[in-house]
């Protein structure tokens, strides 16, 4: 079996560090600030995208991308904590699965980040923006992470909290769970996979429970 996860909501919360580094962007560009909320609405998708339904011009993007990630350098171990749970769910799934990492955040900072809180050695392959030309919700980011995998003939998941994952699975052929730990509604994951647990380590133990044919 083969287990890919996202990151920000699924095994992480980097909410704290998303949302300073992007009012720090637009401050030191002097461009207005923006809600909280609008800017939560859309973690999951790639920095230009956010900035691009954030109502800024396109000018713009490309040095604000650039101040965002100088930022999120400084403070990103400092201000993303694991999920609840998290740590566990990986210890787990490693016992019965191969694992990998398929993230919208650019690749060097999450195998920092994943380093960081000693987890990283748990995956064969991360997979981030910088290694794709289309992100998810588009299917490259699985296909590379397979391309890295001994994937034929193995059963493979990608556990995710947003739609944006549990498409990306539907348009790689693979199967989606989704995850409440982060920023998609059950309402919102519903629409695409009817696998939907609290967070990632229910999510595994259900796989567990699969993979061992021990279903309650």
Do not use: C
């Given at each position: 079996?083969?287990?890919?996860?996202?990151?920000?909501?699924?095994?992480i919360d980097?909410?704290?560090?998303?949302?300073?580094?992007?009012?720090?962007?637009?401050?030191?560009?002097?461009?207005?600030?923006?809600?909280?909320?609008?800017?939560?609405?859309?973690?999951g998708y790639?920095?230009?995208?956010?900035?691009?339904?954030?109502?800024?011009?396109?000018?713009?993007?490309?040095?604000?991308?650039?101040?965002?990630?100088?930022?999120?350098?400084?403070?990103?171990?400092?201000?993303?904590?694991?999920?609840?749970?998290?740590?566990?769910?990986?210890?787990?799934?490693?016992?019965?699965?191969?694992?990998?990492?398929?993230?919208?955040?650019?690749?060097?900072?999450?195998?920092?980040?994943?380093?960081?809180?000693?987890?990283?050695?748990?995956?064969?392959v991360l997979?981030?923006?910088?290694?794709?030309?289309?992100?998810?919700?588009?299917?490259?980011?699985?296909?590379?992470?397979?391309?890295?995998?001994?994937?034929?003939?193995?059963?493979?998941?990608?556990?995710?909290?947003?739609?944006?994952?549990?498409?990306?699975?539907?348009?790689?052929?693979?199967?989606?769970?989704?995850?409440?730990?982060?920023?998609?509604?059950?309402?919102?994951?519903?629409?695409?996979?009817?696998?939907?647990?609290?967070?990632?380590?229910?999510?595994?133990?259900?796989?567990?429970?699969?993979?061992?044919?021990?279903?309650?």
């Amino acid at each position: 079996m083969i287990i890919l996860f996202d990151l920000d909501g699924t095994l992480i919360d980097s909410t704290e560090a998303i949302l300073e580094s992007f009012h720090h962007s637009l401050a030191v560009h002097n461009l207005p600030s923006q809600k909280d909320t609008n800017i939560k609405a859309l973690i999951g998708y790639p920095l230009d995208i956010m900035y691009g339904n954030l109502g800024i011009d396109a000018m713009h993007i490309d040095a604000l991308i650039a101040t965002y990630k100088e930022h999120y350098r400084d403070i990103s171990r400092e201000k993303t904590e694991l999920l609840q749970n998290a740590k566990e769910a990986v210890l787990l799934a490693k016992e019965f699965a191969t694992l990998g990492i398929v993230t919208t955040k650019t690749g060097y900072y999450s195998r920092v980040l994943m380093e960081h809180f000693g987890l990283m050695q748990h995956f064969d392959v991360l997979i981030g923006r910088e290694d794709v030309q289309n992100p998810k919700p588009h299917a490259e980011p699985i296909f590379r992470a397979l391309e890295k995998l001994e994937s034929v003939g193995k059963e493979i998941w990608m556990i995710g909290d947003t739609k944006l994952d549990l498409i990306a699975a539907k348009n790689a052929e693979i199967n989606p769970i989704g995850v409440l730990s982060g920023y998609g509604t059950h309402e919102s994951l519903k629409e695409f996979t009817d696998m939907i647990f609290n967070d990632a380590f229910e999510a595994m133990k259900y796989l567990q429970k699969r993979k061992n044919n021990t279903f309650l």
